[in-house]
């Protein structure tokens, strides 16, 4: 099936008892045994089955199964946010001693989760110098777990060489791991570019009506991590957090996440609410429509902005001199992220001005909703970073980042001319 077709089919045949056909919500802790035997032979992996909400939920499944199938995944875990999202993924194959290598330019809670997080527990992170796969490689060691990069970087609008990136962790043995919220399996699906692992803030455009928080991580299936029994031992021995169970061999290519279900997540429990599970669903259905849309507002919004004399400069990579535009063009075809950033000329006080006059724009940290969305990353999502931070992830003090929203185009162009004579 197309993907317009999986994102409302796929992971639900219908429900067996009350033969709903819209995925009924599960709102419940837990489910009953049979008998003291089904109890166990549920705890022991024999036999399939519900058993404890904050492990595994009906409604949480069909999404599981359905941002998989889009992905074209093994399996996935549904969690409760984006940022759970991103620390089981690394988790799930880290232990104290262990580093990770990323790209420089990422969402600020990334970067701060891998730069100082994750830190105390003694796992490190090694920012590249850029994104090129030659600045990560060099910083690859004995003792590197995984490398990192979002297929679309939040706010700078990097695009990772998904492909180089993957070739480079592969010739080192060690899995890739994309965050691909801003892009979504509709202008991207890293697997089919070597990523081994994919992740999402389903809060985003996957859910895309700004309701719920979620988060996804996807098993592509294809890491041979029984290739590397040392190395990911986690995966290849017998677990003492899940009595002893060798994922590799109990699950397959579905290894990974399912330690990544029954250690992280059962240890932990950032687990999705089932309600929320339902509201991200009803946004997956329609993701694809909504994404053409997204990507000609934000198209339009990026021409209308760099023809503006209070404009000083747009960064869109479908502008053929911007230099993002050639890995943009390899990865995205013709389309683009409606995710751009500009700077008003007179800087950071004509760039509040302008800010502060939006009126259908909401001033927000949010993006890839339906609404059209705003935010000064400066004073608020990078804002934990040191100024040499924020450059270095891409964020200068002047810049507005829009998310431009599924509304139509006059209106969204009515609202930036009036804000922009005000700056
Ligand atoms: C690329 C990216 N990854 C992860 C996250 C974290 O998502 P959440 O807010 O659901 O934790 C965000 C949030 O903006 C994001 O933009």
């Not at 000083?312 to 230099?323: H, Q, R, T």
């Not at 993002?324 to 390899?330: D, E, K």
């Not at 008003?344 to 259908?360: T, Y």
């Not at 608020?380 to 924020?390: A, F, G, N, V």
Request: charged share 20%.
């Amino acid at each position: 099936m197309k993907l317009e077709t999986i994102a409302i089919h796929a992971g639900y045949d219908g429900d067996p008892t009350s033969k709903a056909v819209a995925v009924p919500i599960y709102q419940t802790v837990g489910f009953e045994f049979d008998s003291a035997e089904h109890g166990a032979a549920l705890f022991n992996l024999e036999v399939p089955g519900n058993i404890y909400t904050r492990i595994g939920n009906p409604t949480n499944t069909v999404l599981e199964k359905r941002v998989a199938a889009l992905e074209g995944g093994v399996d996935a875990l549904s969690v409760s946010a984006g940022m759970s999202a991103v620390y089981y993924a690394v988790a799930t194959i880290t232990e104290m001693g262990n580093n990770i290598v990323s790209t420089p330019q990422l969402y600020g809670a990334t970067f701060t989760l891998l730069n100082l997080y994750i830190a105390k527990q003694g796992i490190g992170a090694k920012f590249a110098a850029s994104d090129h796969p030659d600045d990560i490689e060099k910083l690859i060691d004995e003792n590197t777990r995984a490398v990192f990069c979002e297929s679309i970087g939040n706010p700078a609008g990097n695009v990772a060489d998904i492909e180089g990136l993957a070739r480079v962790a592969h010739r080192h043995h060690v899995p890739l791991i994309v965050d691909n919220t801003i892009a979504t399996p509709i202008l991207l699906r890293p697997i089919e570019y070597g990523a081994d692992v994919v992740v999402h803030a389903m809060t985003k455009f996957m859910g895309g009506h700004g309701n719920s928080l979620g988060g996804m991580v996807v098993d592509s299936g294809k890491f041979p991590w029984r290739d590397y029994p040392d190395k990911f031992y986690m995966l290849n021995r017998p677990e003492p957090a899940y009595h002893g169970v060798v994922y590799t061999e109990h699950y397959g290519a579905a290894a990974y996440i399912a330690r990544c279900r029954t250690v992280c997540q059962r240890n932990t429990g950032a687990t999705l609410s089932p309600f929320n599970g339902f509201l991200l669903l009803q946004g997956v259905e329609t993701l694809a429509l909504r994404v053409e849309r997204h990507v000609e507002n934000g198209r339009k919004v990026a021409e209308f902005l760099r023809d503006h004399d209070r404009v000083d400069w747009v960064n869109y990579a479908g502008f053929s001199d911007n230099p993002l535009y050639p890995m943009a063009q390899r990865y995205l075809g013709s389309r683009r992220p409606s995710l751009l950033t500009f700077g008003v000329k007179g800087g950071f006080e004509a760039g509040r001005k302008c800010f502060n006059a939006f009126r259908l724009f909401k001033r927000m940290v949010n993006l890839g909703d339906a609404k059209s969305l705003s935010c000064h990353p400066a004073s608020t999502t990078h804002r934990q970073l040191t100024p040499e931070e924020q450059l270095r992830v891409g964020v200068s003090p002047e810049m507005i980042r829009l998310s431009v929203g599924i509304e139509h185009i006059d209106d969204i162009l009515a609202d930036l001319s009036q804000a922009l004579d005000k700056a």
